[in-house]
């Protein structure tokens, strides 16, 4: 198992490595100017010092390469010297003091570094679409077991109608759907997510909650909709096999045949398939994002390639392929811890 | 001493061939009667067909151009007002109403559909070729399998909706330039889905492939000398038909909503041709005063793709010989 991670973990770097070279080479073609908003007055060899400053001068293959370093090296390092020296989970340990003013990767929009940039939208994003994933499986995984262990019954076949609903109803419907109604018409809730928002006392808890409900109920949705059609599926896999047949025979309850038997073992595929959504949450949440005004990492995104910030684009690009690698090899390797019977080696 | 041997002897009754009571059936009969009885996939079925007839023969008998501005008649109200308004500003004339610049809702419903199930349909065949092709391709030739197969993984790896958002700013005024607005953005939303979208079929026939080549009708059609290419036209594609439906009709729920997607992040088509998705991004502003604008394409992208989804779960269970005939 070790040594199936490690290959994999090993592998995975070539794979990035080819990602971010593509996306570079393509974001290369873009027709946009980043020269194109600054004055006709400013004289042409201006405007060249200014390009050759964004380091447009070079020969693509330098220019990867030069935005290899950086992501690949240096931003690490101002990153372990954050965590050492303001973050509360290593901050008692001794600053390191590894970054030496080195050129970062910088925003055409705003002319800072662009992991500063993600660092301050990532807590949005997480606590936005990280409440509604854990939301979505709390939800799910019961809906799934009951409706197979009923299959065909009334609660199946509404459940069935459900998830069916919400895998073909998009989030930029259910978005100002939810919007119309709680907001417009019923007032309960704030259309607009405000990130600005602290949380110091009861008062201000409520509101955060208030403003989180319908962007967590949009994500949600559809991420049930998913899940529960896999844990059904793969419970009623479970519940025909013969081992269950022999926990019933030797006179063990319904309640431990199903939570403790059955449900361990059909919990094995969609654990996985939790892994495997969780990138897939960090790009599907670009559309939800936009629809309540949550300025996180999708939001970022697209304000990015509306404003043709290639540096950004690229980097969060590669930040969402580097998730999906991650997590694809996460999904791999619980697979075999889970269950015994899968060998890798 | 012996008995005589009659001329003819009667056959042993357990020898005699049975007629068969049935006449023998197709393998699509069969299928065709499952999903019959499948409630969902019947309605699913008959509500795409429905839809289908409507965006393609409706322009021709609801005449209007959708994008004719009528500035006098903006802001009408669907006909349906009256029964609990009387006064709301709605009329014959625009059944559904009008927008804010006077545009009729049926007409631009009706053009809006038209372009989204052209996309859907266009960009779901064009990735099932992609994937089926790169599916057999890598099932069949093992000095393939390597390659197209990373191939395959490094595709799953790329975060998808960013990518298409990407190639969709880079690529929209090339192609605009020489095939029109229109059209230059129909290539390039149709290319770009079915590029990033191939993958699970390529798997699902690479899989079945890899399975029906080693069976002995394959290595009789071989050994009497027939050549790969007719050996995967006659023999292996009509045997991975169906994994192939099902990934057709979930390929082509994703499609429309991935296109309505993108015209609602302002990235689809030019502004004043109509899509589903681009009329729900419109009316978002005024969703307050005019709901219906906004409930109106949502509730028909909704539909559509629910009943893709529909018909595809049907055909799943109608396709799977296991299942079928319970």
Redesign the interface.
């Known amino acids: 198992m070790l040594t199936f991670a490690a290959r994999r973990l090993i592998l995975s770097i070539p794979?990035l490595l080819?990602?971010s070279f593509v996306?570079f080479m393509?974001?290369q073609?873009?027709?946009g100017d980043p020269m194109a908003q600054v004055p006709l007055t400013v004289p042409p060899e201006v405007k060249e010092k200014m390009r050759q400053a964004l380091g447009l001068g070079e020969p693509p293959l330098v220019q990867y390469w030069k935005w290899l370093v950086q992501v690949g090296w240096i931003e690490p390092k101002v990153f372990i010297d954050w965590l050492t020296r303001e973050s509360w989970l290593l901050g008692w340990l001794p600053d390191t003091q590894l970054y030496n003013g080195e050129l970062r990767v910088i925003s055409w929009q705003t002319r800072s570094p662009v992991m500063d940039i993600v660092i301050q939208r990532i807590p949005q994003t997480l606590w936005v679409v990280g409440i509604a994933y854990l939301v979505a499986i709390l939800v799910a995984l019961p809906i799934g077991i009951y409706s197979a262990y009923r299959q065909y019954s009334v609660f199946d076949q509404a459940g069935t109608f459900v998830t069916?609903?919400g895998?073909?109803?998009?989030p930029?419907?259910t978005g100002?759907?939810l919007?119309?109604i709680f907001s417009?018409q019923l007032g309960w809730f704030p259309s607009i997510y405000d990130t600005t928002h602290v949380v110091n006392d009861w008062a201000s808890f409520k509101v955060q909650l208030q403003q989180m409900i319908m962007p967590v109920m949009v994500l949600a949705f559809q991420i049930t909709a998913q899940l529960s059609r896999y844990m059904r599926a793969s419970t009623l896999d479970n519940l025909n096999q013969d081992y269950v047949r022999t926990a019933r025979a030797k006179g063990l309850s319904e309640a431990v045949v199903v939570m403790s038997h059955v449900v361990r073992n059909s919990m094995i595929p969609v654990v996985t398939v939790i892994a495997l959504g969780i990138?897939s949450i960090f790009?599907?949440a670009?559309?939800t994002e936009?629809?309540f005004k949550v300025n996180g990492i999708g939001q970022l995104?697209?304000t990015a390639?509306?404003a043709n910030d290639l540096p950004m684009?690229m980097t969060?690009?590669f930040i969402?392929?580097v998730l999906?690698?991650m997590f694809?090899l996460i999904a791999d390797v619980l697979y075999g811890v889970l269950d015994p019977r899968i060998r890798y080696d | 001493m012996t008995e005589p041997v009659p001329a003819t002897p009667s056959p042993i009754e357990a020898l005699k061939d049975k007629e068969p009571s049935k006449a023998p059936r197709s393998q699509w009969k069969d299928v065709w009667d499952q999903l019959r009885h499948h409630k969902?996939a019947m309605f699913g079925g008959s509500f795409l067909i429905f839809i289908t007839l409507a965006v393609l023969l409706g322009p021709y008998i609801w005449q209007v151009d959708p994008q004719k501005l009528d500035i006098r008649n903006k802001d009408m109200r669907p006909i349906y007002h009256l029964l609990w308004d009387s006064d709301a500003k709605a009329a014959w004339s625009k059944p559904l109403g009008s927008d804010q610049l006077g545009r009729d809702n049926l007409a631009q419903m009706l053009a809006g559909g038209r372009a989204s199930m052209a996309v859907g349909w266009a960009a779901m065949v064009l990735s099932l070729l992609i994937g089926t092709l790169i599916g057999v391709l890598a099932g069949y030739f093992k000095r393939l399998d390597g390659l197209l197969m990373r191939t395959t993984?490094?595709f799953?790896?790329?975060?998808?909706?960013?990518?298409l958002?990407?190639?969709v700013?880079?690529?929209r005024?090339?192609l605009r330039s020489s095939f029109g607005p229109e059209g230059g953005m129909f290539i390039l939303i149709v290319t770009v889905i079915a590029i990033t979208s191939w993958m699970p079929t390529a798997r699902i026939v690479r899989g079945d492939i890899l399975a029906i080549k080693e069976r002995e009708f394959v290595l009789a059609a071989r050994s009497i000398g027939t050549t790969s290419g007719k050996i995967i036209r006659r023999h292996l594609l009509p045997n991975v038909l169906s994994p192939i439906m099902v990934s057709a009709a979930l390929g082509l729920?994703t499609a429309i909503?991935t296109e309505?997607?993108l015209s609602?992040?302002g990235?689809g088509f030019p502004s004043d041709f109509p899509t589903w998705?681009k009329m729900?991004?419109d009316a978002?502003q005024r969703?307050?005063q005019f709901?219906e604008r906004?409930?109106l394409p949502?509730i028909a992208?909704?539909l559509t793709?629910?009943s893709v989804?529909?018909l595809g779960?049907g055909l799943r269970d109608a396709l799977d010989p296991r299942i079928r005939g319970r």
């Not at chain 1, 895998?167 to 998009?170: D, N, V």
């Not at chain 2, 790896?157 to 990518?163: E, K, Q, W």
């Open positions: 794979t080819f990602i996306v393509l974001l073609l873009a027709p069916m609903v895998f073909s109803i998009p930029f419907f100002p759907l919007i119309v417009v990138p790009g599907g670009i559309i936009n629809v995104l697209i390639l509306f684009v969060l690009t969402f392929a999906i690698v694809n | 969902g993984d490094l799953l790896a790329l975060p998808i909706l960013p990518l958002l990407v190639a700013t880079l690529f005024q090339p729920a909503i309505s997607a609602f992040l990235v998705g729900l991004a978002v969703m307050e709901p906004v409930l949502g992208i909704s793709v629910l989804n529909y779960d």
